[in-house]
């Protein structure tokens, strides 16, 4: 059993920035690879970016390729996401979830991943 907790999210104008965390604790962080899922209002999942176990690599959707980052830091059990150049329509509850690693892992199909986080609400005003 994985346990994730995200935080970072809040209100921000259009053009800034925000760093999400998720905190993991439970069984071993470095066996998941790891994603953030996005879902804004009256609207269906979004995947947003991943990142396998040792973090060196990481996928991006084309909607927010080159403003966000995803990175991983396995000692302290937490995967991060920084935005940047926020804009509204990245207005979401974002969600990160744990996805047990295999070769053949799927970084974007959100019924691969095994846990969830509760959300943490990104309201970006313009």
């Known amino acids: 059993q994985v346990q994730l907790v995200e935080s970072g999210g809040g209100l921000v104008q259009a053009g800034g920035s925000l760093r999400l965390s998720c905190a993991a604790s439970?069984?071993?962080?470095?066996?998941?690879?790891m994603g953030w899922f996005r879902q804004a209002p009256g609207k269906g999942l979004e995947w947003v970016s991943s990142?396998?176990?040792?973090?060196?690599?990481?996928y991006y959707a084309d909607s927010v390729k080159g403003r966000f980052t995803i990175s991983r830091d396995n000692a302290k059990n937490t995967v991060y996401l920084q935005m940047n150049d926020l804009k509204s329509e990245d207005t979401a509850v974002y969600s990160c979830?744990?996805?047990?690693?295999?070769?053949?892992?799927?970084?974007?199909?959100?019924?691969?991943?095994?846990?969830w986080g509760q959300g943490t609400q990104v309201t970006v005003s313009s």
């Open positions: 979830a744990a996805q047990t690693y295999r070769p053949n892992w799927s970084p974007q199909v959100s019924r691969k991943y095994n846990y």
């Open positions: 439970g069984r071993a962080f470095s066996d998941y690879a």
């Open positions: 990142i396998n176990t040792s973090g060196d690599s990481s």
